[in-house]
């Protein structure tokens, strides 16, 4: 009886001082960890993200540029900090799904972090040289199905969105093409643009202005409904690959063992900026759009990103990608 009434009073006191730990975050700045170098999406995202929360938690929220390893370093140092909400990790679909199935990491993505919320999503879209003899997304399958491993898909390298996206696309249309592995995203839009290759699933920002000046074609975006950005091109569903859904989403993370309360006040303080329409409107001239706010929770990020590994993880492994 005396171990067990020890026992509770232990957990109360762990209680009351997570709770008063709740109460009183944060104590200092806040370091938010950004995985990859300054003046990226990602960097963007969070500059704009730790200006709106440093106003809702009282404490300057700070952008720090972790580099290295395709994100790697970046997150696993943030995997091993302490569990205090005091420091935090931005990641997407790359860092938090991807980087998992294809390196040895030392750090567990779904369980050695403490899920925040969910902030933005980035649709894909399937373009092709201006040469390409297709005038729909049903006409240039049928295109490449006629020619088997004789037409090539520029990508950013292997494991890059591009390149897991061409493996999926293969995957759901049954057809064969070649990978030509670039180093980024940028010289395979120039070989797109010269006709040497024939076709990317791109990031929208990047490929929208060569598709308005008539250089490249746009045949589908890669999500449900038309992209605000570009109501023009079609959805994967009005094009005819229905469910070929394929976006690069960004998320935020602590610790693992971060209290309930420090939680809730970080997604307090994400869902205020991602409700401010100055925010809204840098975000939508990135390309990027907020989640609903139904998505904007702990739990609904912690969902969206098992069910996220459990569709993505299959394809990567299957398809033996390895980075270099």
């Given at each position: 009886?005396?171990r ?10 762990l ?17 938010l960890?950004?995985?990859f ?5 990602t960097d963007?995202?969070?500059r ?6 440093t106003?809702t ?7 720090e540029?972790?580099?290295?390893a ?19 990790i931005?990641g ?9 199935a ?18 933005t ?15 729909d ?7 490449i199905?006629a020619?088997p491993?004789?037409?090539?898909e520029g990508t ?8 897991v996206g061409?493996?999926?696309?293969q995957n759901a ?6 990978f ?6 940028a010289?395979?839009?120039?070989d ?5 290759i ?30 605000a ?8 569903d009005e094009a ?27 997604d ?11 925010v ?17 929770t702990p739990?609904?990020?912690?969902a969206?990103?098992?069910?996220e ?5 299959p ?10």
């Amino acid at each position: 009886m005396k171990r067990w009434r020890t026992w509770l009073a232990l957990v109360a006191g762990l209680a009351l001082c997570s709770l008063a730990l709740g109460q009183g975050y944060p104590t200092r700045q806040v370091a938010l960890v950004v995985p990859f170098p300054a003046g990226g999406p990602t960097d963007t995202i969070a500059r704009l993200l730790a200006e709106q929360m440093t106003k809702t938690l009282g404490q300057p929220v700070v952008v720090e540029n972790v580099p290295g390893a395709n994100g790697n370093i970046g997150v696993g140092r943030v995997a091993r900090a302490a569990p205090d909400g005091h420091t935090l990790i931005i990641g997407h679909w790359s860092t938090h799904v991807v980087n998992a199935a294809v390196y040895k990491l030392p750090y567990d993505v779904l369980t050695d972090f403490q899920p925040i919320s969910l902030l933005t999503s980035n649709d894909y879209v399937i373009v092709a040289r201006a040469t390409a003899p297709a005038t729909d997304l049903k006409s240039f399958i049928a295109w490449i199905k006629a020619n088997p491993d004789k037409l090539s898909e520029g990508t950013a390298g292997p494991g890059s969105p591009q390149h897991v996206g061409g493996v999926f696309f293969q995957n759901a249309t049954q057809t064969r093409f070649q990978f030509i592995q670039y180093r980024g995203a940028a010289p395979a839009m120039q070989d797109l643009l010269a006709g040497h290759i024939d076709l990317i699933i791109d990031d929208p920002t990047s490929s929208l202005p060569h598709v308005r000046a008539g250089k490249i074609k746009a045949f589908a975006v890669t999500a449900p409904k038309r992209m605000a950005a570009a109501p023009e091109i079609p959805t994967v569903d009005e094009a005819g690959l229905p469910g070929f859904y394929f976006s690069r989403w960004h998320a935020l993370w602590a610790p693992k063992g971060t209290p309930p309360d420090v939680v809730a006040r970080l997604d307090a303080a994400v869902v205020a900026a991602l409700a401010d329409p100055t925010v809204r409107a840098r975000l939508a001239d990135l390309g990027q759009e907020p989640f609903p706010r139904e998505q904007q929770t702990p739990a609904a990020l912690g969902a969206y990103h098992r069910a996220e590994t459990e569709k993505w993880w299959p394809i990567i492994k299957k398809a033996g990608i390895k980075t270099e």
